[in-house]
């Protein structure tokens, strides 16, 4: 039976480890969330970035705009808290309303402060292999390869997925430690075969119960990005209950991935705050 990651005690490690880095700092790092709209899961997600980030002694510069708000006014906003020294990092909780261009808004967030890691310049730096601000759910996987001491060189992983959110830098990310790697998607032939030849398999395909036992090799080790709401509480995409008489380790839903990506924007938030200190 598989190895199961316990990523909430992982991601406790990096808060608490990010609070004691904090506080040791002149100036606490300021973290500027700007959630558009009264999206219910975004107010979540938003809600908890905010507590957690507070509790790690960073300081809280929320803003909660109007869902009607124009592109001008939107754009504005993140003008400012671009040209204000105290907001060292600045997030933009997507999706965004239908109306409003979310890429040209990504790309107003100056690259130092680009927390998320999704503006041009961060994912150039990532395809480059220089220094930058990484995109916090594949980072968060990462993490926890790390963690169990799993090794990446010269190793087969497969990703199931390729946005841009998490896919494609994670892929990006294995290939600079080195591994194999092959990137499938909703047009890959046989994916459960392709799956089979993986030592790490990274799925975040949006699917519930996409990876069954039929596309794991035995020994495998197998992250499970994906999120979904059923009527038995949360599951992901993959078949966790049958695949992991079969893998070597296995994230669970919740309680794997999930809690990593906050704790790596936090992360992210502490690395962009010592690059470019509140003067
Ligand atoms: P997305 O919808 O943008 O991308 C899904 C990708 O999976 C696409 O590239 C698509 O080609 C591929 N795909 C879809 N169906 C497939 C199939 N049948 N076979 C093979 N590939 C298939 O989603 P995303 O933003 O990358 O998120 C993926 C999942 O991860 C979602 O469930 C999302 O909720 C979850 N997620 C979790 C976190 C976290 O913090 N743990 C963060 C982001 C996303």
Not at 201 to 216: F, H, M, Y
Not at 267 to 277: F, I, M, S
Request: net charge negative.
């Amino acid at each position: 039976n598989a190895l199961v990651i316990d990523g909430r005690a992982v991601a406790a490690g990096v808060r608490a480890r990010v609070a004691r880095e904090v506080a040791t700092l002149p100036t606490p790092p300021g973290l500027a969330t700007v959630l558009i709209g009264d999206d219910p899961a975004s107010a979540i997600y938003v809600r908890n970035k905010r507590r957690q980030c507070a509790e790690a002694g960073m300081r809280d510069l929320h803003r909660h705009l109007p869902g009607e708000i124009t592109q001008e006014a939107a754009a504005a906003v993140v003008d400012e808290l671009a040209s204000d020294p105290q907001v060292t990092g600045i997030l933009l909780q997507l999706p965004l309303p239908p109306h409003l261009d979310a890429a040209a808004l990504i790309e107003r967030i100056p690259p130092e402060k680009d927390v998320d890691g999704l503006t041009e310049r961060s994912t150039g730096r990532l395809a480059l292999g220089r220094p930058g601000l990484r995109p916090c759910t594949p980072e968060g996987v990462m993490v926890l390869l790390d963690e169990i001491g799993a090794v990446l060189e010269g190793a087969h992983t497969v990703v199931v997925g390729r946005s841009n959110l998490v896919g494609k830098p994670m892929a990006q990310l294995l290939l600079q430690r080195n591994a194999t790697v092959t990137v499938c998607h909703s047009r890959t032939r046989d994916l459960a075969a392709v799956c089979r030849t993986a030592d790490v398999l990274v799925v975040a395909a949006g699917v519930p119960r996409l990876i069954g036992e039929d596309a794991v090799k035995p020994g495998a080790i197998v992250l499970d990005v994906g999120i979904h709401r059923t009527e038995n509480g949360l599951c992901g995409d993959v078949d966790t209950d049958t695949v992991r008489e079969i893998a070597g380790v296995v994230t669970p839903v919740p309680g794997g991935v999930g809690p990593m990506t906050i704790a790596m924007l936090l992360q992210n938030t502490l690395t962009a705050a010592r690059e470019n200190p509140i003067t």
